[in-house]
């Protein structure tokens, strides 16, 4: 089992910043941020790879970044230049089963309970 804690929401303006942090339990192969909206299926955000290899949803490629700090099994997410589109509940995944690493909800059996981030115009 791993336990996920998300944290580093809330709400910012159009074009700012904001970082997402996630701890976890124990480290595993694969950890990913994936944000919904109500009424709208999850969506893949971020997929980060064991080697630091990420995979970026193209909504988001070339404004958010992403990092592991396994030493202190923790993830994060840079949200730049937001976008009110970028409000979601975001949530942190991870997977010891998979091994892919991507962008779909069925890779990651593990998840966080989410940190809401509003974006205003």
């Known amino acids: 089992q791993v336990q996920l804690v998300e944290s580093g929401g809330g709400s910012v303006q159009a074009g700012g910043s904001l970082t997402l942090s996630c701890v976890a339990s124990?480290?595993?192969?694969?950890v990913g941020w994936f944000r919904q909206v109500p009424g709208k299926e999850r969506e893949g955000v971020a997929g980060?790879?064991?080697?630091?290899?990420?995979r970026f949803s193209e909504s988001v490629k070339g404004r958010f970044t992403a990092s592991r700090d396994d030493a202190n099994k923790t993830l994060y997410l840079q949200l730049n230049n937001v976008e009110p589109e970028d409000t979601a509940m975001y949530y942190c995944?991870?997977?010891?089963?998979?091994?892919?690493?991507?962008?779909?909800?069925?890779?990651?059996?593990?998840w966080g309970q989410g940190t809401q981030v509003t974006v205003s115009s």
């Open positions: 980060i790879r064991y080697d630091g290899f990420i």
């Open positions: 995944a991870a997977d010891d089963q998979v091994f892919s690493c991507g962008l779909a909800i069925s890779e990651y059996n593990y």
């Open positions: 124990k480290y595993t192969y694969c």
